[in-house]
């Protein structure tokens, strides 16, 4: 079983439309979880961490159930700029060493 | 803003040719990583690198990958003798302790 599960989407939504993805992990013993952004061809970049409090950040909001093992991100009124691949990642010691990625989620949002 | 480079941004090697990709991380960052990230594929560990040693590696940096950190800018990996499945966009990042890690532009190596 893959370490962090993600839908490949396409996800296509038009402009102003909520959009939520959906994350599992396999390790129990997993340690923190984020979300990254990656465009094409690009490097991944940072959007947030992911709290079993939950936490929001502008249009994001990301949450961790650790009794499912189950991570999500909410985006709403899509933009044009969101579109890119969404990553979903998780750490298995202390700290932000050694990142493990998902396959991503990709989103196109269109006018 | 302090940022992570990468050189060259795009290498292009023959099957069996040694290849050093480079990296500059932020400069009062004391961890170091490299990950590769295949065609339409997952971005994958390779290595962390703190106090001038391998702190993790993975299953895919064996014998024919190396890193090391020359001086005090500089964080490189070594293939030795590259095949073509070692074609890929290969990232450095590099972060402080317990703190965010972040991402140079990428290397793309492609092995002819």
């Known amino acids: 079983r893959k370490e962090v599960e993600q839908d490949p989407g396409p996800f296509n939504v038009p402009e102003g439309a909520t959009v939520a993805f959906n994350c599992t992990y396999s390790?129990?013993?997993?340690?923190?979880f984020f979300w990254y952004r990656q465009d094409c061809r690009k490097e991944p970049k940072l959007l947030m961490s992911v709290y079993s409090s939950g936490n929001e950040d502008g249009r994001f909001t990301a949450q961790l159930n650790r009794a499912s093992q189950y991570i999500s991100l909410l985006i709403r009124d899509s933009k044009l700029s969101d579109s890119a691949t969404y990553l979903c990642v998780g750490t298995f010691s202390g700290g932000y060493n050694k990142l493990i990625f998902g396959a991503g989620t990709r989103l196109a949002v269109h006018p | 803003e302090p940022e992570v480079t990468q050189t060259p941004s795009h290498q292009v090697t023959q099957m069996g040719q040694e290849v050093i990709l480079r990296c500059v991380p932020i400069?009062?960052?004391?961890?170091f990583y490299w990950y590769r990230q295949i065609l339409g594929q997952k971005v994958e560990f390779l290595v962390s690198?703190?106090?001038?040693?391998?702190?993790?590696k993975s299953e895919i940096f064996d014998d024919q990958f190396s890193v090391e950190r020359p001086d005090g800018s500089n964080f490189t990996l070594k293939i030795r003798s590259t095949k073509l499945e070692d074609s890929a966009m290969y990232f450095c990042?590099?972060?402080?302790?317990?703190?965010?890690?972040?991402f140079g532009p990428g290397t793309r190596l492609t092995v002819l």
């Open positions: 390790n129990s013993a997993s340690q923190s």
């Open positions: 400069s009062n960052h004391l961890y």
């Open positions: 690198f703190y106090n001038n040693e391998i702190s993790e």
């Open positions: 990042a590099s972060s402080m302790p317990g703190d965010e890690q972040f």
